[in-house]
C-alpha cells in the first residue's frame, strides 16, 4: 500500500471507512481466502466452518497476506493459516497454533482483529470500521424465488466511485448515452421527480414516470413507452432502481461501487426480474452489460478525475436536472461536517 492509494482528504478518508461496501459476488467466494482493496487496505475474507470472516489481509507476525493462505482442519474446526510460518487463525480470529512451536501458549497481541462482514442478496459485504454507518442496502428483490436474475462480471471503472453513484441516479443523461440501447432520443425532457431523504441521512429516494424505449424482450420492436422508476440511494455508493413498466413486470437494477482509491472503483451490478422468466437470461445479461459500457465509457472520461466528494470547489455548475447529485452532494458536506 503506497499513499497514493489513500485518499488524499483525510477527512472524506476516515469517514469512508466506515460505510459498507461489497468485496465479492458470494458465488465467488470458493473454498480458499480472497482478497480485496479498499480505499487502499488490503482486507482477507475466508468463509471458516460457514461462518464469514474478514481482516487485514496481513499477519500480525511478520506480515504476510493471509489471503496467500490455505483453509486447514485443527482440533475439529476450520482455521486459516498463514502461508509464512504457518499460524492458525480460528472464525474468532484467535491464533489457536504455531507449528514452528506446537506448544506454546500464543500471545493475544497476534490474534486478527475481525471487520464486520455479512452475505446479502448474492454479496459478501465488508466494512473497514467496527461502527458501519448505515446499513447494508436492503435488495430483497435479487434473492426473490420468483425472479431471473444475473451477476455482471466483477469490472474496475477508473473513476470517482461518487461520480458512479450520481450517474446512476442521473435521469437528463439516459436519452442521451443510452440512445442506442433504451434512452427515447426523441423525447429529452426530465420529467419531475419526488426526492427524499431519510431522516437518518443514509438513504436518498427518488421517482419518476420516464419516457423511454421498451427493452423488454431485447430483440423485439423500440416502442416508446412511459415507465415508473424509482431509485434508492443507500451512503455511500450503492443504488437499486426498481422499473415499473406496467402492473406486472416489474425489473431491479442494483449498482454498487467498492472505492479501491479515490478515482478508481470495483463495480458490482446485477438485476431481477418478474417476468419473462424463462427467457434468455444470457441476451438480459448481455444488453446490461452494453448499458453499463455506456455509462463507463462516459464517467471515465469526466474531468477533472478528482473532485471533494461533495463537489465542493469542484467548478461544476449545478442545472435544475441535478436533483439527485444536488441532494447528495448536500448530504456528503452535512455527514462531513459532522465528522
Ligand atoms: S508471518 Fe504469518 S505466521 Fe509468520
Ligand atoms: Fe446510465
Redesign the pocket.
Known amino acids: 500500500m503506497t499513499d497514493t492509494h489513500i485518499i488524499d482528504d483525510a477527512r472524506e478518508q476516515a469517514l469512508l471507512r466506515r460505510y459498507w461496501y461489497a468485496a465479492s459476488y458470494s458465488s465467488a467466494l470458493g473454498a480458499g481466502p480472497v482478497s480485496v482493496t479498499i480505499l487502499g487496505e488490503d482486507i482477507v475474507i475466508v468463509r471458516l466452518d460457514g461462518e464469514l470472516v474478514a481482516s487485514r489481509d496481513q499477519?500480525p507476525?511478520?506480515?504476510?497476506p493471509?489471503s496467500g493462505g490455505i483453509v486447514v482442519n485443527h482440533e475439529g474446526g476450520e482455521c486459516l493459516r498463514?502461508?509464512?510460518?504457518?499460524?492458525h487463525f480460528d472464525g474468532t480470529g484467535a491464533a489457536v497454533h504455531?507449528p514452528g512451536a506446537p506448544g506454546d501458549r500464543l500471545p493475544s497481541r497476534v490474534n486478527l482483529a475481525l471487520l464486520p462482514c455479512e452475505e446479502r442478496h448474492g454479496i459478501v459485504w465488508v466494512c473497514l470500521d467496527a461502527a458501519p454507518l448505515g446499513d447494508i442496502p436492503a435488495w430483497p428483490a435479487f434473492d426473490r424465488p420468483d425472479v431471473a436474475r444475473f451477476q455482471s462480471d466483477l469490472e474496475v471503472w477508473q473513476a470517482m466511485p461518487s461520480r458512479i453513484s450520481e450517474n446512476f441516479n442521473d435521469l437528463a443523461h439516459l436519452s442521451i448515452i443510452h440512445a442506442a440501447t433504451f434512452g427515447d432520443a426523441s423525447n429529452t425532457a426530465v420529467p419531475a421527480e419526488t426526492l427524499t431523504v431519510s431522516d437518518d441521512g443514509h438513504t436518498i429516494t427518488h421517482s419518476v414516470t420516464m419516457p423511454q424505449l421498451d427493452r423488454q424482450t431485447h430483440d423485439g420492436p423500440l416502442v416508446p413507452v412511459r415507465v415508473a422508476y424509482t431509485y434508492v440511494h443507500a451512503m455511500a455508493f450503492s443504488t437499486e432502481l426498481c422499473i415499473q413498466y406496467d402492473d406486472v413486470r416489474t425489473e431491479w437494477i442494483q449498482m454498487t461501487a467498492t472505492p479501491l482509491t479515490a478515482t478508481s472503483a470495483l463495480v458490482f451490478q446485477q438485476s431481477a426480474r418478474n417476468f419473462d422468466i424463462d427467457g434468455d437470461i444470457a441476451a438480459w445479461r448481455e444488453f446490461q452489460i452494453t448499458v453499463n459500457g455506456e455509462d463507463r465509457d462516459l464517467l471515465e472520461v469526466l474531468k477533472p478525475k478528482r473532485i471533494a466528494i461533495d463537489g465542493s470547489e469542484s467548478g461544476e455548475i449545478a442545472l435544475s436536472v441535478d436533483a439527485f447529485t444536488i441532494a447528495y452532494r448536500r448530504l456528503w458536506r452535512q455527514v462531513l461536517g459532522q465528522t
Open positions: 499477519c507476525h511478520r506480515g504476510a493471509l498463514c502461508p509464512y510460518h504457518a499460524l504455531l
